[in-house]
C-alpha cells in the first residue's frame, strides 16, 4: 500500500514541476526583491529559510537511520552530499542572511515546508528502502562520479555566489540592492540559482533514480522562470547594469 501511495506521490512531483514553471512565469515567488506584502503575514527571513529547510535536513536523516541501507559505503556518501547541502542551508545560509525586516511571506514558509517533506521523503525513502543496494561498485562509475562532480560544482558555486551576494550588503543598507560582480556573476545574473540547479542534476546523476530526476525536474521549474525575472529586474532598475551577462546558463540564456 506505501508503495502505490510513493508512486502517486512521485508522479505528482512532476506534475506539480510543470504547473509550477508555468505559473512562475506569471508570478513571482514573494521573497527577496520580490517580496509583497499582499500575501499575508510575514516573518524575518532567518527565521522562515530555518524552518523551511529544516524538514529536508530531518527526514532525510531519520530515513536513513530507520532504513536498511545505513551500512552501506553508497549510502552514507549520498546521506553526506544531501546534508552538506541541507546543513549549509537550514542553520548556515540562514543566520548569514542580512536582512532587518520582517519581509519573508509564512505562506512561503508554508509551502516551502510542504515540497520540502515530501521531497526528502521521496528521496530517503527510495535510497535507504525502496531502491536495490548499491554496492561499492556504483563510486566507480561513471554516472556516480559525473553526478557527484557536478554536484560539488554547483554546491560550490551556489554557496560562493551567496557570498558575493551578502558581501555587498553593509550595515544600514541590508534592505538595498546593489549589482553583484565577481565569480559567475561575470557571465549570468543568477549564478546561486545555476549553481543549486547544477546540484540537483548532478544528484539526480548520481543516484541515478526517479525521485532524484524529480527533483532536479522541480529546481528547475522553480528557480528558473525565477532566474529570468531577476534579469529583467536588474535591466529596468539599473541602466548600468552589464549588457553581456545572462539570465541563467552563461552564454546561452
Known amino acids: 500500500m506505501e508503495k502505490a501511495i510513493y508512486d502517486i506521490l512521485l508522479v505528482s512531483l512532476f506534475i506539480i514541476s510543470v504547473l509550477v514553471f508555468i505559473v512562475l512565469f506569471y508570478i513571482n515567488a514573494p521573497y527577496g526583491r520580490f517580496t509583497s506584502k499582499n500575501w499575508g503575514i510575514r516573518i524575518h527571513p532567518k527565521i522562515g529559510w530555518c524552518i523551511m529547510e529544516f524538514p ?3 527526514i532525510m536523516l531519520f530515513y536513513f537511520f530507520t532504513g536498511n541501507k545505513k551500512t552501506s559505503i553508497v549510502a552514507i556518501v549520498f546521506i553526506l552530499m544531501w546534508s552538506a547541502h541541507y546543513f549549509q542551508r537550514t542553520f548556515i545560509y540562514s543566520l548569514l542572511l542580512k536582512s532587518n525586516k520582517n519581509n519573508f511571506p509564512v505562506m512561503v514558509v508554508i509551502f516551502s515546508i510542504l515540497f520540502n517533506t515530501l521531497n526528502g521523503y521521496l528521496n530517503g525513502r527510495h535510497l535507504f528502502y525502496f531502491a536495490p543496494a548499491y554496492n561499492t561498485d556504483w563510486l566507480r562509475d561513471p554516472r556516480f562520479i559525473a553526478g557527484a562532480l557536478i554536484f560539488a560544482a554547483g554546491f560550490t558555486i551556489n554557496i560562493y555566489s551567496d557570498f558575493l551576494l551578502r558581501s555587498l550588503r553593509k550595515k544600514g543598507d541590508e534592505n538595498m540592492y546593489k549589482i553583484p560582480f565577481g565569480g559567475f556573476f561575470r557571465y549570468i545574473s543568477s549564478p546561486n540559482y545555476f549553481g543549486e540547479i547544477m546540484e540537483w542534476i548532478g544528484w539526480a546523476i548520481a543516484t541515478w533514480s ?44
Request: charged share 15%; proline share 11%.
Open 210 to 253: 526517479l525521485p532524484g530526476l524529480a527533483f532536479a525536474v522541480f529546481t528547475i521549474a522553480n528557480l528558473a522562470p525565477r532566474a529570468l525575472s531577476t534579469h529583467k529586474w536588474y535591466i529596468n532598475n539599473f541602466p548600468d547594469y552589464p549588457k553581456n551577462r545572462k539570465a541563467l546558463i552563461p552564454f546561452i540564456l
Open 56 to 58: 529536508a535536513f530531518f
